[in-house]
């Protein structure tokens, strides 16, 4: 019963996630349309030993493996979620392994549905990595 209660608990988490993004995204407003919020609250998942680790396809046409992630929707009652992936960046705003030092998240539109069952815990980052400006003028990729 103890891990059906710490999975129930990271699908009811990413529901909070997902209710706290609409908001920072400002879709619930009737007369603010501006785009001056963040669409996003990037996160990783993971089952307790390690990071949950998807991969797919950049918007450059190259493989990227990420444990970085937004969530789409989530099913409550079967305990899902649609997952987008994020791409993780380096400083000069090149693709880098997720064991590098990552300073930005960029998004891409790959989608995965995963079964929520499987985790034990969520890891909220911060909204402001995601399509983060790079500190230089020309990438070097």
């Not at 019963?1 to 209710?19: D, F, Y």
């Not at 990783?44 to 990071?51: D, E, P, R, V, Y």
């Not at 400006?133 to 990729?141: G, V």
């Given at each position: 019963?103890?891990?059906?209660?710490?999975?129930?608990?990271?699908?009811?988490?990413?529901?909070?996630?997902?209710?706290e993004?609409?908001?920072?995204?400002?879709?619930?407003?009737?007369?603010?349309?501006?785009?001056?919020?963040?669409?996003?609250?990037?996160?990783?998942?993971?089952?307790?030993?390690?990071?949950?680790?998807?991969?797919?396809?950049?918007?450059?046409?190259d493989?990227?493996?990420?444990?970085?992630?937004?969530?789409?929707?989530?099913?409550?009652?079967k305990?899902?979620?649609?997952?987008?992936?994020?791409?993780p960046?380096?400083?000069?705003?090149?693709?880098?392994?997720?064991?590098?030092?990552?300073?930005?998240?960029?998004?891409?539109?790959?989608?995965?549905?995963?079964?929520?069952?499987?985790?034990?815990?969520?890891?909220?980052?911060?909204?402001r990595?995601?399509?983060r400006?790079?500190?230089?003028?020309?990438?070097?990729?």
């Open positions: 019963m103890g891990e059906h209660k710490k999975n129930t608990c990271v699908c009811h988490e990413l529901q909070q996630l997902l209710e993004q609409k908001k920072l995204s400002f879709d619930d407003f009737r007369f603010i349309c501006d785009d001056i919020g963040y669409d996003t609250i990037p996160f990783i998942l993971s089952n307790g030993k390690c990071q949950f680790e998807a991969w797919g396809w950049a918007n450059n046409g493989f990227f493996t990420t444990t970085f992630f937004r969530l789409e929707a989530i099913d409550e009652r305990c899902c979620a649609t997952l987008s992936l994020l791409e960046i380096d400083i000069d705003g090149c693709p880098i392994d997720i064991c590098d030092k990552v300073y930005s998240l960029r998004t891409t539109s790959n989608c995965i549905i995963v079964d929520l069952s499987c985790f034990t815990t969520l890891q909220p980052l911060s909204p990595l995601v399509n400006l790079l500190p230089i003028i020309n990438p070097k990729c």
